[in-house]
């Protein structure tokens, strides 16, 4: 009988000792739960952030680029939109967007520009001059759009004023379009004045923005990428960023697509990464291009897009100098294919 008891005794001690332990054990977890919650939060975070390569130089954090912005990091349906916008599976994309605080004009591009250097190995970002023009600047946008990758454009004012419907349709693609002057002048000639390169360069943009319907980007490219000192200080002081470029297809004077394919991949494989100079006015460029992306993924290269901080705002007497030349009534921002329309032929 004092055996029963004392096993009973031993058991019911035994059961108060486990329900101890497993509360106390218990009450651990879940006391430390939110803590534990809240470190991988605190993990996660940076580890979001840290996923786009860090610029190379602190000046582009700085004053120039900014990699996507953290609140932006933040929301997964803004930063997995790129993706999810794409029907085509595995196509090359755009791997991240930076974001220029174009203030004081700053250069990008290494063949003039060393100072800010923000791209990582095997990132490229695409740019197209001289548009917009029938049939090229169609099929370079096709050719993106079919690999969901995104470009910066720099159209020729005057190109803006005859086709800016083509225009329209790079803006509503969602590419970068900023302006390449209004006639293609040489801005570094000896015949170039203050006030010529000033004017060429503030009609070329409100060109742009009259074609649009909005205001452009403030980036801009020098005609054959000579860059006037007066110029430059002119665009400094507008705060238009400057763009060169890392890379030279020579598109321009290639005798065919392949050839435009082998400059570009060549240049690239050594130089590890770049901004690629192009023109959406040739046509060997916009045969190449589909090649040329299909290249590009095969080689691991990510490409990047730049977007500007704020647009530009164009100067009133420049806009209103155009419309006047042009001829265009003020009213008339309808679409030619919404006012004249063929019905019987
Ligand atoms: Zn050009």
């Given at each position: 009988m004092r055996n029963a008891v004392g096993l009973i005794l031993a058991s019911v001690v035994s059961v108060v000792v486990i329900a101890a332990v497993w509360f106390w054990t218990y009450s651990r977890v879940v006391l430390a739960a939110p803590a534990t919650v809240s470190a991988l939060q605190a993990e996660r975070l940076p580890a979001t952030l840290s996923a786009k390569p860090a610029p190379a130089s602190e000046d582009v954090a700085i004053t120039a680029a900014i990699s996507a912005q953290p609140a932006a990091a933040l929301k997964p349906a803004a930063a997995a939109q790129p993706k999810t916008a794409?029907?085509?599976?595995?196509?090359?994309?755009?791997s991240r967007v930076v974001e220029i605080d174009t203030t004081g004009g700053p250069g990008f591009g290494?063949?003039?520009?060393?100072?800010?250097?923000f791209l990582a190995d095997k990132e490229v970002v695409l740019t197209f001059d001289d548009g917009p023009w029938p049939a090229n600047t169609p099929a370079v946008l096709k050719a993106l759009a079919d690999e969901c990758t995104k470009a910066v454009f720099f159209p020729i004012g005057k190109h803006a004023t005859y086709h800016p419907e083509i225009l329209r349709q790079v803006a509503a693609a969602g590419h970068t379009v900023g302006a390449h002057t209004w006639?293609?002048?040489?801005?570094?000639?000896?015949?170039?004045?203050e006030q010529l390169a000033k004017d060429e360069i503030e009609k070329g943009f409100s060109a742009v923005k009259l074609a649009l319907g909005a205001a452009p980007s403030p980036f801009f490219r020098f005609p054959e990428l000579q860059h006037g000192p007066a110029a430059m200080a002119y665009l400094g002081t507008r705060n238009v960023a400057i763009f060169s470029c890392?890379?030279?297809?020579f598109d321009f004077r290639a005798k065919d697509a392949a050839q435009i394919v082998n400059t570009v991949m060549t240049k690239l494989d050594k130089q590890g990464k770049g901004i690629i100079l192009m023109h959406d006015f040739q046509k060997h460029t916009a045969e190449a291009l589909p090649t040329l992306l299909g290249r590009l993924k095969a080689g691991g290269y990510k490409v990047v897009q730049m977007k500007a901080k704020a647009p530009l705002e164009t100067l009133a007497e420049y806009d209103e100098a155009l419309v006047k030349d042009m001829k265009v009534?003020?009213?008339?921002?309808?679409?030619l294919g919404s006012v004249v329309q063929t019905i019987s032929q």
């Open positions: 794409c029907a085509t599976p595995g196509a090359l994309g755009v290494f063949e003039h520009f060393k100072q800010f250097d006639s293609h002048a040489n801005l570094n000639s000896k015949k170039m004045t890392d890379l030279d297809s009534p003020v009213a008339s921002t309808r679409a």
